[in-house]
């Protein structure tokens, strides 16, 4: 037998009716099927269940008495009951609210026979799209982002990324679209405004000239993410800038430091926490002795000043994790440890670090 045709009769007011005509009328299939546009069907909408959507009619009803049934995701495959179909009218419905960060598409298979069995149709696909509402807010990937910049840097120097995430759409919709702002500066010394941030990247930087250790060592700022580009829902976060004294962002002032560059985008890695520590008696144990952040040029005040250092086994412990979290990556590696020995205290020591989401190096530099 060959095949009739499906119509989808559509829900607003029944006006629009989509006829896939039969071979040898009209149109001709060529290369591949006809496509069915997607059914769109929002998610969160409230009963009562269920919910008509879309009629699917055969035109073979005019010649015999048919009936309708669905196959597929959401039909008779996980998620099972989604959607049915009324046997006899055709009625494709949704029997429970959908969630679109759960799925977003289901693809279906209407069916159509007659009252022995027998095919009248050619199976139809059907694609349901479930449209986006605004319901869930952004979330930092962290709750206090930490970074530095020395001090006197020029404005536009960047200081520290940070990074907000919306499960909701940001492709057909403006819900995932995340805008960033600086609500507040703690001290506002020498005044407000004294970093800025990029809307769209997270990018923190230097606004204006004027920043001093001696006179404010740490600024603190509350940064908000509204999606809907700036409109929608918000969540804040806080972000740590400490500001390094001239003389201590000097690699030759100390006698121990570091460089840590992300391969992966070959910029240095900065805002990444690195902690020193010392295996020192009673039984051998890591006693802490420094905690730092990078700052833009994946560079951060030395661990040991001049003099500080003492012979014996050392340690830099580098949070990757947190780092990578914050740009939206995940790390095979929760943190990477540098164990070490210093021989000769008076001997300047640097240990860079190059790591990537899924590895990472280091060696002794100079």
Not at 163 to 169: E, G, K, Q, S
Not at 224 to 253: N, P, W, Y
Not at 281 to 302: I, K
Request: charged share 20%; proline share 7%; net charge negative.
């Amino acid at each position: 037998m060959a095949p009739g045709s499906f119509s989808l009769l559509l829900l607003l007011l029944l006006l629009d009716v989509l006829t896939f005509p039969g071979h040898g009328h009209g149109l001709q299939r060529q290369k591949r099927d006809w496509i069915i546009p997607p059914i769109n069907c929002p998610e969160n909408e409230r009963g009562p269940f269920p919910k008509k959507l879309v009629q699917i009619k055969s035109n073979k009803d005019k010649e015999t008495k048919v009936f309708y049934s669905i196959t597929g995701q959401g039909a008779d495959t996980i998620p099972v009951g989604v959607f049915i179909i009324e046997r006899e009218t055709g009625w494709l419905e949704v029997t429970k609210p959908l969630d679109r960060e759960e799925k977003d598409k289901y693809q279906l298979f209407s069916h159509a026979v007659s009252a022995n069995g027998q095919p009248v149709e050619d199976p139809m696909e059907i694609i349901i799209t479930v449209t986006d509402q605004n319901d869930n807010r952004p979330v930092f990937t962290q709750a206090v982002f930490h970074g530095s910049v020395q001090e006197g840097a020029e404005p536009g120097t960047s200081v520290l990324r940070v990074l907000a995430t919306d499960a909701d759409d940001a492709v057909s919709s403006s819900n995932g679209v995340v805008s960033y702002s600086i609500l507040s500066q703690v001290p506002d010394k020498p005044q407000p405004g004294m970093f800025t941030i990029n809307s769209h990247s997270g990018l923190l930087s230097v606004a204006v000239p004027g920043l001093v250790a001696e006179v404010v060592p740490e600024y603190t700022l509350e940064i908000q993410a509204a999606d809907q580009e700036g409109f929608g829902l918000r969540a804040t976060a806080t972000a740590r800038i400490r500001v390094q004294a001239d003389g201590m962002s000097e690699v030759g002032k100390g006698t121990l430091t570091t460089h840590v560059l992300n391969t992966a985008t070959g910029l240095p890695a900065a805002g990444l926490g690195v902690r020193l520590a010392q295996l020192q008696e009673p039984g051998l144990q890591w006693m802490e002795l420094a905690h730092r952040h990078t700052d833009a040029d994946g560079r951060c005040q030395p661990f040991l000043a001049q003099g500080q250092a003492k012979a014996g086994t050392y340690k830099l412990h580098f949070a990757t994790a947190e780092y990578w979290q914050g740009l939206g990556h995940t790390s095979f590696y929760p943190f990477v440890e540098v164990v070490f020995i210093i021989t000769d205290p008076a001997q300047k020591l640097h240990v860079p670090l190059l790591i990537s989401p899924y590895s990472y190096t280091t060696y002794r530099g100079s």
